[in-house]
């Protein structure tokens, strides 16, 4: 049982350059979501979805892009990366609804630089 | 809108002390509440939650966290540190349940010294 995979686990841009961070899990969970962290600043929530075909903003959605076509896949978009996006971004998912195991399970974390 | 604020970023405890991890939030709600660990390198792990039905809440390693809503406080506690519970820190709210969108705190790095 894998969890939460995240690919890269390092990854560096230069400024402008576009990509694609992965987040597969095999729990079968309906709620995904994508955090970045920052020092001095905690998790910050970036999208999150509820289910396949839904998706929506957390607080630092700019610049970001996400789709939820399948239950299992749960990819994060930089459209044209900036500096102030270097830091490390963590995906997770969880169980919806009461009486569920209603955690967060972590991905290992990228860690991204721009340029 | 909700919020969270851990006091003081970093805490430094002798091994066999009381470790004691400030948390306060503001939530127009009965929140969910939660505390995740982060050991280095590593993603984050659930040690407990608040979800109403007890406002004392045991979680793993032998920490505990007390809801208190006249404070508006969320305090984890352990009584004897140990040195394995050297790492970083973070409450979390969520108004709603949704554990997908819960609302971090700054974090608190926890020092362990023998």
């Known amino acids: 049982n894998a969890g939460v995979t995240q690919t890269p686990k390092f990854q560096v841009l230069k400024t402008g350059q576009s990509m694609t961070l992965q987040c597969a899990q095999d729990?079968?969970?309906?709620?995904m979501s994508w955090y970045r962290q920052d020092p001095g600043m905690g998790l910050r929530l970036i999208h999150y979805?509820?289910?396949?075909?839904?998706?929506d903003q957390g607080e630092v959605p700019n610049g970001y892009n996400v789709s939820r076509s399948t239950t299992e896949d749960f990819p994060l978009r930089l459209l044209s990366a900036a500096p102030s996006q270097t830091s490390v971004y963590f995906c997770?998912?969880?169980?919806?609804?009461?009486?569920?195991?209603?955690?967060?399970?972590f991905g290992s974390g990228t860690q991204l630089s721009v340029l | 809108a909700q919020s969270v604020t851990q006091l003081g970023s970093h805490v430094s405890v002798s091994e066999g002390a009381l470790v004691l991890l400030r948390c306060n939030y503001s939530?127009?709600?009965?929140?969910?509440l939660f505390w995740y660990v982060q050991y280095p390198n590593q993603g984050l792990q659930l040690l407990l939650k608040?979800?109403?039905?007890?406002?004392l809440v045991k979680g793993i390693n032998g920490f505990e966290a007390e809801f208190k809503k006249s404070e508006t406080s969320f305090h984890l506690t352990k009584p004897s540190a140990h040195m394995s519970d050297a790492a970083e820190y973070f409450c979390a709210v969520s108004e709603t349940g949704n554990t997908g969108k819960l609302i971090f705190g700054q974090g608190t790095t926890l020092q362990v010294k023998p």
């Open positions: 729990m079968n969970h309906e709620y």
């Open positions: 997770a998912s969880s169980y919806a609804g009461r009486g569920r195991d209603e955690k967060l399970f």
């Open positions: 608040y979800t109403s039905a007890a406002t």
């Open positions: 979805s509820v289910g396949a075909g839904i998706t």
């Open positions: 939530s127009s709600v009965p929140p969910y």
